[in-house]
Every structure is written in structure tokens, then in C-alpha cells.
């Protein structure tokens, strides 16, 4: 059976189709461009022929994978077949480098593949900071320094977007709601290898010269730019296709398949949180798909959406990403505000104090997000009457997401705490995205926000938000349910030492810059005042403490799941959620018998009723 597989559909064929594919529309391209488009001949570059490559690539790497195969052979008038691969093999490794429909394999193939793709931008964070060692430019020319700042900002940005729905949604949304599946298998497998191709077409802008547009990809600088540019553009693109789909498969399935009982005020908050985002994925990813389809149609096709010379607009472009872009930073808040109200009632065995509100918390961020996004162009010569509205609604959106932290230290409040790994990520998502909130406010105002914007205050707030925010809950989440995804648990002093290096590290690192900022050091900039060398210098120091600290987290991964293999016992931290249930590792078909749920998810500390005896005379 392996070797059918290794010689079948797979990941090694998936390449071959892919450079295949690749270099047939390079070729179609050329064609192209030789016979109709001889304005490419003037500029030096064909942009045809390289969104032909990756469209062809893709289609060969999806094809290679195994993709259109049911699809064909329903046309063809066959019997659908099941893609339950691990019924036959269900410990192969093989199953994580192909196409697979079971959630759990998804789920993992997500973590790991996110995973490598946020290394490589994490990577890029250290050049960056290294180039700013000092004032001058150091190593990279201004070029090569604005490369690797889209990069480390677009990979970052595009990955993370599925960075928990993807792993840690696809592989316990079922088994939090009762399901044994997701409600499409085929679309959820779909999702997770377009994201990989898209990583692999953004990791290639380094050989057509990078981008020189942050991971924003401003107008009109977007259609000036070389060849690099159209990596970013499909990369955005592949990420806004995958995330709408990946969203609609997480919706029908709560909607859908949820268990006997499991009433929307039983669900788990964690879910709710993939609910709030889901709709937000649905409603802002195809805003993204066509603002970067009309940069392509000016890039390709000459059109002028977003060209003033030719009656379209840069503020066009602007309003539109922005329509998509702040509700993304959402799309990567909310899950993390799931899973720390997930683990908070574990970790202090009592109930998710405020269920309610923290339900309305998150649905209200997710509708005023779509109601702040023209914040962002408060300096861009907007009209000025628009200001007050969009300063009032941004800082009214600090209401619902306040209800969050409410929750939150209502549970801990008088709580019996564990402090084991996962709780230390919660508590320290409060500090710094209550950090990140407040600071916050100095970009919401529009007086303080013309002294702030586009400065490094900007950058150590956004940081704040989302690596204090998303990627601490992250490493959470890691280390709360991995074992439960692997049968394998990982070492907590490791852990400890991890959380707690990470911790202060990454307040060293980004503390200093509020005040590079307000000093008036702008972003994406390679060279700075003589004076700002200092602030600089410890903040590229301690982010390589963090870099350091990832690489312990990396240690203890590898160490744990490939030499020492200690099993984890089948619900480690003492949950009542339904995913800690079923036995480690869990079975393909998840559940033998479909649950009923007759109880509110977080019964921590909460002493069964006392049975009521029965009336005298009645029989026993």
C-alpha cells in the first residue's frame, strides 16, 4: 500500500506536475507576449508568462496531489469512492505528505506546514533587526532591506490568517461539536495544500527581484514594481481563496453537524471564536481576491483601476485592502481570544465566568471591524469629515473586545490556578494585548495618530497585537492540545524555560521601539538618526533572545516527539470538554456512537445535583 502511494498520486508527483506546469505557461506566456503585447518588450519583464506559470503550477501541483481525481471520475459516471486513506493505513506517515480527507491528518498537516512558512518569515525578522544594528545600511542595500520587510510582513500576514483555524480548528471543531468530520473533507484538504503552494510562489519573489511595497502593496508603487510583485499578488490571492473556503467548511459544519443537544449556548467558546472569524473570512477574503485581481488586470492587461494617469485611483486600492485588512487583524485576534477563554476554566477549574458576554464580545468585534478601516488613510488626504466617524467607531470597537478581558479575569478571579505551560501563554496574552489595546488609542485619534502613523510606534503596536496576541495564544494552544494531536507529551520545563525567555524577550524587544517611534524613526526605512542607535541596538539584541527562545520551543518539539516519546495519557489537564473524551490517539471515525450533550460546556467545580428521592410508595 505505501508503495502504491509513493508511486502514485503524492506530494513527489505534485512537484513534477507543478514545474511542469510552471514552465508551460512561462512558455504560453511568450507567446503571448510575442505576438500581441509588445508593450512587455519596452519594459523588461513579462508578466503574462509569470502569471501563467503559477497559474499552471498550481493546477499541475493540485493534479500531482490528487485533487481532480473525484471530480473526473464522478463526470465519468463512477461510484464516489472513500478518501478515508487511514482506514486502510492508519499510523503511515505517508498520509501527512499527500492528500488526505480525514481532519485530524489536516489538522497536523496545517501545523506543520504553517509552521515552516512562519519560520522563514521569522527568520527574516532577524535580518531585519541585524541590518538595524546600525544607523547606516549595514549588509542589504535599501532594495534588499524593503524585500526582506514584505516578505517577513506578507508571509507572516498571509499564514497566520489560518494559523489556528487551520491546525487546531480542522482537527478539533469536529470533535468539540460531536461531528466525525467537517462537513466538507475534500474542500478542507483543498485549503491546506493551495495555502502550501502559495507560500511556495511567495518564497520565490526572491529570484524576480522581491517587492518593494511592504506587505500592504500600495498603489501606484504596486504596478510600478518589477516581477517579484506578481508572487505577492497570487500568493494574497491563493491565501483570500483558501480562507474563504476553509470558513464556509467551518460554518456549514457548526451549522450543520452539530451533536444531539449542543445548543448554541452549550457550544464551546472556542468554536464560537471560529464562528466570529469564519464570518469574517467569508465576508472580507473575496475583497481581497478581487482588489488583487484588478493589480494583476494593471499589471497584465494595461487596465487603470488604480492608476491616476489613466482615471483610476490609488486611494481605490487603499479603501479596499484596508476593507479586508482590518478586519484581518480580527481574523487573527479573535481565535486567540477562543482559546485563552478555552483554557482559562481548565487551568483555574471553574467555569468560563461571563459565557454570555464573551459571546457578544466577539460577535460585536466582528461587526465594528468593518466599520473602522478608513482609520488607516487618516493622514492620506481624506475627507475630514469622515475623521470623527471612523476615530469614534475605532474606539468603540475597545467595548466588546474590553467584555473579552472581563471574562477573562472574572475566571481567574479566586480560581484555583495550575501554572503549567499553556496557562503561562494565557496570562501573558493579557499583558500584552491590553498593552497592545492602549496603545492602540494613540493610533485611533486622529491628532496623536499624524505624529504616530507609519512610525515605529505603529509597527510595536502591531506587534503587540498580534504577535503578543495571536502567536502567544499559539504556543498555548501547541502545548495544551498537541498532545492530544500526537499521543506525545512535551516536556514543561522546556516549556517553562520557553514561555518564560519568549516572555521578556519579546517586551524587550518591542517596549523600546513605542518610543523609537514617537522619537520619529518611521517603518520600512534602512537607515535612522545617529541618536536612535541605542533603542536600535537593544531591541535587535532581545529579538534574537526571542529567536533564541523559538529555538528552544523547536528543541523541545523534536525532542519530545522524535527521541524520547513519553505517551500522553488521553486528557492530560483534567478537561470536561468533549475533545479530551475519546481516547489518545483519536480514532479516524472519532466517535463510535454520536454524543448527546445535556450540560453547559465548563461544569468546572460545579457539584452534580443531588438526586431527588422518590416519593413514598413509589416503586424504587
Known amino acids: 500500500m505505501r508503495l502504491r502511494r509513493l508511486l502514485g498520486f503524492n506530494l513527489l508527483l505534485a512537484v513534477v506536475l507543478a514545474a511542469a506546469g510552471y514552465y508551460l505557461g ?23 508568462a509569470l502569471f501563467l506559470a503559477y497559474l499552471l503550477g498550481v493546477a499541475g501541483f493540485l493534479a500531482g496531489l490528487g485533487f481532480f481525481n473525484y471530480p473526473f471520475s464522478r463526470i465519468a459516471g463512477r461510484p464516489a ?12 506517515w505517508t498520509r501527512y505528505i499527500g492528500y488526505s480527507t480525514d481532519h485530524k491528518v489536516v489538522g497536523l498537516q496545517y501545523l506543520i506546514g504553517i509552521g515552516f512558512f512562519v519560520f522563514f518569515g521569522a527568520v527574516n525578522a532577524m535580518l531585519i533587526r541585524f541590518e538595524l544594528l546600525r544607523p547606516q545600511p549595514n549588509v542589504f542595500g535599501s532594495g534588499q532591506y524593503l524585500t526582506l520587510v514584505g516578505l517577513h510582513g506578507t508571509m507572516m500576514m498571509g499564514m497566520m490568517t489560518s494559523g489556528i483555524l487551520g491546525p487546531f480548528g480542522s482537527y478539533f471543531l469536529p470533535l468539540m461539536i460531536g461531528a466525525r468530520r467537517l462537513a466538507f473533507p475534500r474542500v478542507e484538504a483543498f485549503t491546506f495544500w493551495l495555502l502550501m503552494a502559495g507560500g511556495l510562489i511567495l518564497s520565490s519573489t526572491v529570484f524576480y527581484g522581491g517587492f518593494p511595497t511592504g506587505w500592504t502593496g500600495y498603489a ?12 505577492y499578488i497570487a500568493f494574497f490571492a491563493l ?34 471564536s471560529i464562528v466570529a472569524t469564519a464570518g469574517l473570512n467569508v465576508l472580507a477574503a473575496p475583497v ?3 482588489t488583487l485581481v484588478m493589480v494583476a488586470l494593471d499589471r497584465t492587461a494595461q487596465t487603470g483601476f488604480y492608476l491616476s494617469t489613466q482615471g483610476g485611483s490609488q486611494f481605490l486600492y487603499e479603501n479596499l485592502f484596508w476593507f479586508f485588512g482590518h478586519p484581518e487583524v480580527y481574523i487573527l485576534a479573535i481565535p486567540g481570544f477562543g482559546i485563552v477563554l478555552e ?96 496603545s492602540g488609542v494613540f493610533l485611533s485619534d486622529v491628532p496623536s495618530d499624524v505624529t504616530t502613523h507609519g512610525s515605529f510606534f505603529s509597527l510595536a503596536h502591531f506587534h503587540y497585537t498580534v504577535v503578543g496576541g495571536l502567536i502567544f495564544t499559539f504556543f498555548a494552544a501547541v502545548y495544551y492540545w498537541l498532545p492530544k494531536m500526537t499521543g506525545v507529551e512535551l516536556n514543561q520545563r522546556l516549556g517553562k524555560i520557553h514561555f518564560w525567555i519568549m516572555f521578556v524577550a519579546f517586551n524587550s524587544t518591542f517596549a ?80 463510535e456512537r454520536i454524543p448527546v450533550i445535556d450540560s453547559d460546556p465548563y461544569p468546572y467545580g460545579v457539584e452534580p445535583a443531588p438526586r431527588v428521592p422518590a416519593p413514598a410508595g413509589a416503586p424504587g
Open 26 to 48: 512561462w512558455w504560453l506566456g511568450h507567446q503571448v507576449n510575442a505576438k500581441s503585447l509588445d508593450y512587455f518588450g519596452d519594459t523588461g519583464q513579462n508578466d503574462v
Open 81 to 92: 469512492t472513500v478518501d478515508h486513506d487511514e482506514t486502510v493505513d492508519p499510523r503511515g
Open 220 to 231: 501606484p508603487l504596486n504596478d510600478q514594481a518589477n516581477m517579484g510583485m506578481d508572487a
Open 239 to 272: 491565501v483570500g481563496i483558501s480562507m474563504t473556503l476553509l470558513a464556509f467548511n467551518m460554518l456549514a459544519t457548526v451549522f450543520m453537524m452539530r451533536a444531539p443537544g449542543l445548543t448554541w449556548g452549550r457550544l464551546p467558546i472556542f468554536v464560537w
Open 288 to 290: 481581497l481576491i478581487t
Open 343 to 438: 483554557l482559562l476554566p481548565v487551568f483555574s477549574r471553574k467555569p468560563l465566568w461571563g459565557y454570555r458576554l464573551a459571546v457578544a464580545g466577539m460577535l460585536g468585534v466582528a461587526l465594528l471591524s468593518f466599520f473602522v478601516w478608513q482609520h488607516h488613510l487618516f493622514v492620506s488626504g481624506m475627507n475630514a469629515d469622515l475623521r470623527p466617524f471612523y476615530m469614534l467607531s475605532t474606539e468603540l470597537i475597545s467595548i466588546p473586545t474590553g467584555f473579552i478581558f472581563v471574562c477573562a479575569m472574572g475566571t481567574i478571579w479566586r480560581g484555583r490556578l495550575r501554572y503549567d505551560v499553556p496557562m503561562l501563554f494565557c496570562l501573558g496574552w493579557i499583558f500584552n494585548f491590553l498593552i497592545g489595546g492602549l
Open 512 to 591: 523600546p521601539l513605542f518610543a523609537v517611534g514617537f522619537l520619529g524613526q518611521p517603518r520600512r526605512v534602512v537607515t535612522y538618526p545617529g541618536n536612535l542607535q541605542f533603542l536600535n541596538d537593544w531591541a535587535s539584541v532581545s529579538a534574537f533572545v526571542l529567536g533564541l527562545s523559538i529555538l528552544i520551543f523547536l528543541t523541545n518539539l523534536v525532542w519530545s516527539l522524535a527521541f524520547k516519546r513519553s505517551p500522553a495519557a488521553a486528557n492530560p489537564w483534567g478537561s470536561k470538554s468533549l475533545e479530551f473524551q475519546v481516547p489518545t490517539p483519536v480514532p479516524v471515525y472519532d466517535f
